[in-house]
């Protein structure tokens, strides 16, 4: 089946990455170095544990210069894998394979790097029943990639987007008033997923009498969280958020709340260590 997500348009991402590193004028070191009938076969290979994201996208890069490569993915993204590991076995046109190395490669260790990240984090709140969220947090025109990337890491995506659910936060609610005065409004407009950020334990009777649906507990330490989870008493879910890690995620998690938001699973993800080596056929 073809690789698909939703409002993501593959092709024309394959394309315009292309066309940003051909610049018009194509690839001149592969046009005056390598004949133009000569054949490579080649190995992507990750250098260190990660988790997988991005073959698909890879493959459809080496077929866009080379609709004929062989292209064999030899795991499937979500899985982890081992230092040394060989992810796919590419055999095709030397000049096509060499051009659009460093666009596959590029998305694989980006999107790799991201589904690694996610990964620890799912692990380190593990048995608690909390769920781990990405947020809006991502590059402009990646953001579909990116959270594909997060799910592979085992995490759920939060809104995609400003258009699927109302958010507010800090500054809607100083704009309008008060956080029930904000919540009101929302619900007067017709919405239905009414996500309403509270950083005080007063703000939470307020948000939930006006008709929130979720609430986000920002920048809460756990034992805060504790009292708001417990006045929240079940009635909607509840998101711990703000300048959480590795090392406080788990306390956290700990506390019952049903999710746990994490900007930096997409914003401070390293690459994945992945290299792509060629030999003559």
């Known amino acids: 089946m073809p690789f698909q997500l939703d ?52 493959e459809a890069f080496f077929r866009k210069l080379d609709p004929g490569a062989e292209v064999s993915a030899l795991v499937e993204d979500g899985e982890p894998v081992h230092p040394g590991a060989i992810l796919m076995h590419i055999r095709g046109s ?22 690694t990240l996610t990964r620890r984090y799912v692990d380190a709140i593990a048995g608690t029943g909390a769920i781990l969220l990405d947020t809006r947090k991502t590059l402009p025109g990646l953001r579909v990639l990116e959270k594909y990337a997060t799910r592979m890491g085992g995490a759920t995506n939060h809104r995609m987007g400003l258009w699927d659910a109302a958010m507010i936060k800090d500054n809607h609610v100083a704009v309008a008033g008060s956080v029930g005065e904000a919540v009101r409004r929302a619900v007067t407009a017709g919405i239905e997923r009414i996500i309403v950020e509270v950083d005080r334990l007063e703000q939470v009777e307020p948000a939930l009498d006006a008709g929130a649906t979720h609430l986000l507990l920002d920048n809460m330490a756990p034992d805060t969280l504790r009292e708001a989870v417990a006045l929240v008493g079940g009635r909607v879910p509840t998101e711990a958020s703000g300048g959480i890690d590795l090392d406080t995620i788990r306390a956290k998690a700990e506390t019952g709340v049903t999710y746990i938001s994490v900007g930096r699973i997409t914003q401070s993800a390293p690459a994945a260590d992945i290299g792509l080596d060629f030999s003559p056929a």
């Open 7 to 58: 409002r993501f348009d593959l092709d024309a991402f394959v394309r315009a990455t292309l066309a940003e590193d051909l610049g018009g004028k194509g690839d001149i070191t592969c046009a005056s170095v390598i004949p133009e009938d000569a054949v490579f076969s080649g190995v992507m290979q990750s250098r260190d544990a990660i988790t997988v994201a991005g073959l698909p996208i890879a």
């Open 94 to 115: 030397a000049r096509a394979l060499l051009t659009a190395e460093r666009s596959a490669l590029n998305t694989v260790q980006h999107l790799s790097g991201i589904a």
